[in-house]
């Protein structure tokens, strides 16, 4: 796909839109204080899923891979490699891969966790990949995203998400990447 930047403004701006109308939003979830976006309903508007597949697409100069990150950058991971002619690769929760694994800790708003890749670097070493995520919160899930494929051997050739909580500053851990989001909240 050989977009422009501004058929790729043009194509965030659209996506953003249908993003905006679908969402629905869950206070106090999964925990008190916690405002939850819901892109299920976004994802299951066709014409909204395909606005937010080639919007995302577009900003992907030169990605050889997809990272999705457990579970909706699954969804979202798929479409664009399709999109872009490219694999995917899905990185995932801890303790659902068989080992050997690699593996990163990190903190989260409500918590900690830790997410996982195959241990063969080889599908990673020198390839140029881009991040794909549903929502950036912290940025601890996208940032510990990052260290494990760099760890890897991997090029991060940018992070993308649908929708940013500007508020909890996620954008500054991922300062030394591009990164975009389709709605900034």
């Not at 395909?50 to 969804?75: K, Q």
């Not at 990447?177 to 709605?183: D, E, G």
Request: glycine share 12%; net charge negative; charged share 20%.
């Amino acid at each position: 796909m050989n977009v422009s930047r501004t058929d790729s403004s043009d194509l965030i701006d659209q996506a953003a839109a249908a993003v905006t109308a679908h969402t629905r939003w869950v206070d106090d979830f999964p925990n008190p204080g916690v405002r939850f976006a819901d892109l299920t309903p976004v994802f299951a508007d066709s014409p909204a899923f395909s606005s937010i597949i080639s919007a995302l697409s577009s900003v992907a100069p030169g990605a050889e891979l997809v990272a999705g990150i457990d579970a909706r950058g699954f969804l979202l991971g798929g479409g664009i490699a399709r999109d872009l002619g490219v694999g995917v690769l899905a990185v995932r929760k801890a303790g659902k891969l068989p080992p050997p694994v690699q593996t990163c800790e990190y903190t989260l708003e409500y918590g900690t966790a830790a997410i996982e890749i195959p241990g063969d670097s080889k599908i990673l070493h020198g390839r140029r990949v881009l991040i794909v995520d549903d929502v950036l919160a912290t940025g601890g899930t996208l940032g510990a995203t990052v260290e494990l494929l760099e760890r890897a051997g991997a090029d991060i050739v940018g992070v993308t998400v649908v929708t940013e909580i500007e508020a909890l500053g996620g954008r500054a851990r991922l300062a030394g990447y591009p990164l975009t989001s389709l709605v900034r909240i």
